[in-house]
C-alpha cells in the first residue's frame, strides 16, 4: 500500500515545491478578463470585475464568504489573502499585478529576461545567491549565460521546468516578484528590489542593500547603529539588533529572526487572531499564554473571548506593554517566541556512530510539514535539564502532514507516556545511514511502526503537541550519515515550504516497480 505511493514522488513534490501547479492557477480555466485591460479590482469596488475576481478566487478552492456576488468586501479581501498565503505571495488582500495574473485576471508582470541588465537582474542574482546557488560573477547586474545557468540550476533543485528562464513560479520560488498596483504594469520590477531583498533575511557577514534596509529600520527604530546605515552587517549592528530585541522583549541574540524582522516591519507580518475569532490559532495563543503561566478560565478551548483578552492583558502588564488585550505584532511576537523552559523541547534522542559512507549524506528532499507553518532558528538553544536544542521547531497546526524527507525505513517509534521527552515520534532511516528525528505527533501515519519502508513525500505522522510541548509543531532532527544532529535550520528554511497548504497527494494512478 504504501509502496504504491513511492511513485507519486514527482507529482508530490512538484506540487510540493510549486503549488500553483496542484491548483491549476497556471493555466487558470477562468480567464476573465482581457490581458489588454488590466484594471484589477480593489476593496469596496463593485460589479463584474469582482465576479470575475471571486468566480478565479472559487474556481482555485478558495472559499469567498457571500459567493460570486460582486462586492468586494472584506469577505473576498480575506479570501485574496487566503490565496496568496497559498501560492507563497505577501498575503497583502490587494489584488496587484502578480496576484491578478495568477488568478488569469491580468497578463504576466515583466521579469529579468537574457541580455538584460540593471538593478532587477542584480536582484535576481542576489536571490539566487541567498538561495545557495553560485552564480559566476557574482550580483553584477547582468544576465548572461551564467545567470541563466545559476537559474537552471535553482529550478532544477526545486524541480522546477529547467529553462533557464525567469517566469513567474521561478520568480515566486526566489521571492523577486515586485507586488506593485496594477495600474502600472508596465514598471520594471527595480521599484521594489529593496522590498524584495529585505525579504531574505540580512545576516552576520553580509553586505548591500538588505544590511542597509535593516540598519535604517533599526535606526527609524531609534537604536544607534555605529558607522551608520553602511550596508555591512559586523558588530555594529548585532550588537544595535541586540539592543532592539532588549527594548522590545524579544530574546537578544542580535540575529535577524523572523519575530525581529516583523517587528521592524522587514516582513510581512503574520496573521494574528482578534477577539471573536476561533479555531487552531487561537488554541496556539492561548496554550502559550497558560504555558506561561496565565490562567484562561475555560483553557485553550479555541475562542477568543474575554478570559483571553485578559490573559493576553495580564501578559502585556508583566512585559510592560500597553495593556490592550489585542494581539498587536508586538505583543504577539514576544509572546509566541517566548520560552516558558519546557516550551519546545529535545527529544532525548541519541546520535548512534555508524560506519561513514563516502559522498554527501542523504539530503532533506523536501519541506518536512504541510504548511501553513513558521519556524525560526532555535539551534543550541537552551532547554530543561541543561540539554541544548538539537533541531528546528515547525509550528503548524495539530493534525497538519509530516512527510517523510528521504527514502527510507522507520526504525524507531517512540510512543507518547507521561514524562515523555518527545511524546509520539519516530526515527527516519536512510540507506546510508542519516536519520531524521520527528517528534510531538498528535497520530501517526497509516500503518507507521518500526520497519515501515517509506518514500519521500509519504504522511508518517500529524503534527500534535504530544510530550514536553506547549504548542502544536513538528520538532525535526537531521543526522548525516547517522552522526551528530546539524542544525536543520537553514536546510528547511531554503526549501521553505510553510506555504503549501494543499497536502501532497501521491498519484494513485502511476504505479511503481520498486520494492
Ligand atoms: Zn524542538
Same mark, same amino acid.
Given at each position: 500500500?504504501?509502496?504504491?505511493?513511492?511513485?507519486?514522488?514527482?507529482?508530490?513534490?512538484?506540487?510540493?515545491?510549486?503549488?500553483?501547479?496542484?491548483?491549476?492557477?497556471?493555466?487558470?480555466?477562468?480567464?476573465?478578463?482581457?490581458?489588454?485591460?488590466?484594471?484589477?479590482?480593489?476593496?469596496?469596488?463593485?460589479?463584474?470585475?469582482?465576479?470575475?475576481?471571486?468566480?478565479?478566487?472559487?474556481?482555485?478552492?478558495?472559499? /469567498?464568504?457571500?459567493?460570486?456576488?460582486?462586492?468586494?468586501?472584506?469577505?473576498?479581501?480575506?479570501?485574496?489573502?487566503?490565496?496568496?498565503?497559498?501560492?507563497?505571495?505577501?498575503?497583502?488582500?490587494?489584488?496587484?499585478?502578480?496576484?491578478?495574473?495568477?488568478?488569469?485576471?491580468?497578463?504576466?508582470?515583466?521579469?529579468?529576461?537574457?541580455?538584460?541588465?540593471?538593478?532587477?537582474?542584480?536582484?535576481?542574482?542576489?536571490?539566487?545567491?541567498?538561495?545557495?546557488?553560485?552564480?559566476?560573477?557574482?550580483?553584477?547586474?547582468?544576465?548572461?549565460?551564467?545567470?541563466?545557468?545559476?537559474?537552471?540550476?535553482?529550478?532544477?533543485?526545486?524541480?522546477?521546468?529547467?529553462?533557464?528562464? /525567469?517566469?513567474?513560479?521561478?520568480?515566486?520560488?526566489?521571492?523577486?516578484?515586485?507586488?506593485?498596483?496594477?495600474?502600472?504594469?508596465?514598471?520594471?520590477?527595480?521599484?521594489? @528590489?529593496?522590498?524584495?531583498?529585505?525579504?531574505?533575511?540580512?545576516?552576520?557577514?553580509?553586505?548591500?542593500?538588505?544590511? /542597509?534596509?535593516?540598519?535604517? $529600520?533599526?535606526?527609524?527604530?531609534?537604536?544607534?547603529?555605529?558607522? %551608520?546605515?553602511?550596508?555591512?552587517?559586523?558588530?555594529?549592528?548585532?550588537?544595535?539588533?541586540?539592543?532592539?530585541?532588549?527594548?522590545?522583549?524579544?530574546?537578544?541574540? %542580535?540575529?535577524?529572526?523572523?519575530?525581529?524582522?516583523?517587528?521592524?516591519?522587514?516582513?510581512?507580518?503574520?496573521?494574528?487572531?482578534?477577539?471573536?475569532?476561533?479555531?487552531?490559532?487561537?488554541?496556539?495563543?492561548?496554550?502559550?499564554?497558560?504555558?506561561?503561566?496565565?490562567?484562561?478560565?475555560?483553557?485553550?478551548?479555541?475562542?477568543?473571548?474575554? $478570559?483571553?483578552?485578559?490573559?493576553?492583558?495580564?501578559?502585556?502588564?508583566?512585559?510592560?506593554?500597553?495593556?490592550?488585550?489585542?494581539?498587536?505584532?508586538?505583543?504577539?511576537? /514576544?509572546?509566541?517566541?517566548?520560552?516558558?523552559?519546557?516550551?519546545?523541547?529535545? @527529544?532525548?534522542?541519541?546520535?548512534?556512530?555508524?560506519?561513514?559512507?563516502?559522498?554527501?549524506?542523504?539530503?532533506?528532499?523536501?519541506?518536512?510539514?504541510?504548511?501553513?507553518?513558521?519556524?525560526?532558528?532555535?539551534?543550541?538553544?537552551?532547554?530543561?535539564? %541543561?540539554?541544548?536544542?538539537?533541531?528546528?521547531?515547525?509550528?503548524?497546526?495539530?493534525?497538519?502532514?509530516?512527510?517523510?524527507?528521504?527514502?527510507?525505513?522507520?526504525?524507531?517509534?517512540?510512543?507518547?507516556?507521561?514524562?515523555?521527552?518527545?511524546?509520539? $515520534?519516530?526515527?527516519?532511516?536512510?540507506?546510508?545511514?542519516?536519520?531524521?528525528?520527528?517528534?510531538?505527533?498528535?497520530?501517526?501515519?497509516?500503518?507507521?511502526?518500526?520497519?515501515?519502508?517509506?518514500?519521500?513525500?509519504?504522511?508518517?505522522?500529524?503534527?500534535?503537541?504530544?510530550?514536553?510541548?506547549?504548542?502544536?509543531?513538528?520538532?525535526?532532527?537531521?543526522?548525516?550519515?547517522?552522526?551528530?544532529?546539524?542544525?536543520?535550520?537553514?536546510?528547511?528554511?531554503?526549501?521553505?515550504?510553510?506555504?503549501?497548504?494543499?497536502?501532497?497527494?501521491?498519484?494513485?494512478?502511476?504505479?511503481?516497480?520498486?520494492?
Amino acid at each position: 500500500m504504501f509502496r504504491r505511493l513511492a511513485t507519486g514522488l514527482t507529482l508530490g513534490v512538484l506540487s510540493l515545491v510549486a503549488p500553483l501547479s496542484s491548483t491549476g492557477l497556471g493555466h487558470s480555466p477562468v480567464a476573465l478578463a482581457s490581458p489588454s485591460s488590466p484594471s484589477l479590482p480593489r476593496l469596496g469596488d463593485r460589479g463584474d470585475v469582482v465576479r470575475s475576481l471571486q468566480k478565479a478566487l472559487i474556481a482555485a478552492g478558495v472559499n /469567498v464568504p457571500g459567493g460570486a456576488d460582486g462586492i468586494f468586501g472584506r469577505g473576498t479581501q480575506g479570501a485574496v489573502r487566503t490565496f496568496q498565503e497559498s501560492v507563497g505571495l505577501p498575503a497583502t488582500g490587494e489584488v496587484d499585478e502578480i496576484t491578478g495574473h495568477l488568478l488569469g485576471l491580468a497578463p504576466a508582470p515583466t521579469l529579468p529576461t537574457l541580455g538584460q541588465r540593471g538593478d532587477a537582474v542584480r536582484s535576481l542574482q542576489q536571490a539566487l545567491i541567498d538561495a545557495g546557488v553560485n552564480v559566476r560573477g557574482g550580483a553584477d547586474g547582468i544576465f548572461g549565460n551564467a545567470t541563466a545557468a545559476a537559474i537552471k540550476t535553482f529550478q532544477t533543485a526545486r524541480k522546477l521546468s529547467s529553462t533557464g528562464v /525567469v517566469d513567474v513560479r521561478t520568480a515566486i520560488a526566489l521571492r523577486i516578484l515586485p507586488v506593485t498596483k496594477s495600474s502600472t504594469p508596465s514598471t520594471p520590477p527595480t521599484s521594489t @528590489t529593496s522590498e524584495a531583498k529585505a525579504r531574505t533575511l540580512a545576516k552576520v557577514g553580509d553586505r548591500g542593500e538588505k544590511v /542597509v534596509v535593516l540598519q535604517k $529600520a533599526l535606526i527609524a527604530a531609534g537604536v544607534n547603529v555605529r558607522g %551608520g546605515a553602511d550596508g555591512i552587517f559586523g558588530n555594529a549592528t548585532t550588537s544595535a539588533l541586540r539592543t532592539y530585541q532588549e527594548t522590545v522583549g524579544l530574546a537578544a541574540n %542580535g540575529r535577524l529572526d523572523d519575530p525581529t524582522a516583523q517587528l521592524l516591519g522587514l516582513v510581512e507580518a503574520p496573521e494574528r487572531p482578534r477577539r471573536g475569532d476561533s479555531g487552531d490559532s487561537v488554541r496556539s495563543v492561548q496554550k502559550k499564554l497558560i504555558d506561561l503561566g496565565f490562567r484562561i478560565a475555560g483553557g485553550a478551548d479555541g475562542d477568543f473571548g474575554s $478570559a483571553t483578552s485578559r490573559a493576553i492583558s495580564a501578559f502585556q502588564r508583566e512585559r510592560g506593554f500597553e495593556e490592550t488585550g489585542k494581539l498587536d505584532l508586538r505583543t504577539y511576537g /514576544v509572546l509566541m517566541a517566548s520560552k516558558s523552559g519546557s516550551a519546545t523541547t529535545d @527529544t532525548g534522542s541519541t546520535p548512534t556512530p555508524t560506519p561513514v559512507a563516502d559522498g554527501p549524506a542523504t539530503p532533506v528532499a523536501i519541506f518536512p510539514t504541510q504548511g501553513p507553518c513558521w519556524f525560526t532558528d532555535t539551534w543550541h538553544a537552551p532547554r530543561s535539564g %541543561g540539554r541544548v536544542h538539537q533541531g528546528v521547531d515547525i509550528i503548524a497546526a495539530t493534525g497538519r502532514a509530516v512527510y517523510a524527507v528521504a527514502d527510507g525505513t522507520i526504525t524507531r517509534v517512540f510512543f507518547d507516556r507521561p514524562g515523555s521527552l518527545g511524546g509520539n $515520534a519516530v526515527r527516519l532511516t536512510a540507506a546510508d545511514g542519516t536519520y531524521f528525528h520527528y517528534a510531538h505527533f498528535s497520530k501517526f501515519g497509516e500503518g507507521i511502526e518500526v520497519g515501515s519502508k517509506v518514500k519521500v513525500g509519504q504522511v508518517i505522522g500529524y503534527v500534535g503537541s504530544t510530550g514536553s510541548s506547549s504548542t502544536p509543531h513538528l520538532h525535526f532532527e537531521y543526522h548525516p550519515k547517522g552522526g551528530a544532529a546539524v542544525n536543520p535550520y537553514p536546510i528547511v528554511k531554503a526549501i521553505n515550504g510553510c506555504q503549501n497548504t494543499e497536502l501532497l497527494t501521491p498519484s494513485a494512478s502511476e504505479t511503481s516497480s520498486a520494492d
